[in-house]
């Protein structure tokens, strides 16, 4: 009976998504990835997990991260980008960075190709809406009988995504369209631009900004500069400085990034979100 329930629910999740899974994935449950400011040292996570296994037992739950400085959503937003970025199509994706819980701020589910992202209407699709084509979102109008005033993740949003996963529910029956989600005053920088600025820290101390590969590679020859500090031309890898040296190159998210070889550019360059990155 356990496989048989299984196939079924594959097979409700074809029907809701409009594709077919892969023969490799077809005896396997779907993905739902987790990123939150929640961190590690509480029961919240865990309590999000149990109403995504209750819904949808055979789910894969993938942490993305849960240390996102609280309330940070531009952090959350780029976390969650990277996570779309990398999963295959099928992936549930809960995202809750929500200072805003409990005011009266809409939830959403966003449709990134055959992917969903289901996050607070908050700006933390934003990442996603900018680096991805055709993103659609919807505004989540299910609601339980009885909810949280301050945990929307675990009484409204990962029950959402435990049904998409699940195969339980379909987006018309739990939410309608919207054309314009909240985003923040954060975009890529593309040609012709020649600035732009950080956008998020790594743990190891890299800056990184908001500047395409391309957009570099247009400008091909010139030099980098971050908050002031002349950092030459752009490099392929850590090596080309020597131990403490900083540096800028292109990271593997494809923008461009500042770096201190074997150290931390944030402390050593003393560099912050909002920062500018010039190319000189």
Known sequence: MGKVANIQADNAIDRLAGWSYPAAMSSVGPIITLTTDFGLDDWYVAAMKSVLLKACPHARLVDVTHHIRAGDVLAGSICLERAVAVFEE????????????????????????????????????????????????????????????????????????????????????????????????????TPPARTGQIIYFDRFGNAITNVLEETVKAAAGTRICAAGRDLGEVKHTYSQVGPGHALALIGSSGLLEIAVRDGSARERLRLAVGDEVTIV
Not at 101 to 115: A, F, M, N, T, Y
Not at 121 to 130: A, H, P
Not at 145 to 153: D, K, V
């Open 90 to 189: 099928g992936t549930i994706h809960l995202a809750v960075v929500d200072p805003g819980v409990g005011w009266d701020r809409r939830l959403l589910v966003g449709c990134v190709g055959e992917q969903w992202v289901v996050c607070p209407d908050n700006g933390l699709i934003t990442w996603t809406w900018r680096r991805h084509a055709g993103v659609r979102a919807h505004e989540l109008t299910w609601r339980p009988s009885s909810i949280s005033a301050t945990f929307h993740g675990r009484d409204v949003m990962a029950p959402v995504a435990g049904m998409l996963a699940a195969g339980t529910a379909t987006l018309e029956q739990i939410s309608r369209p919207i054309d314009h989600p909240i985003l923040l005053d954060i975009a890529p920088a």
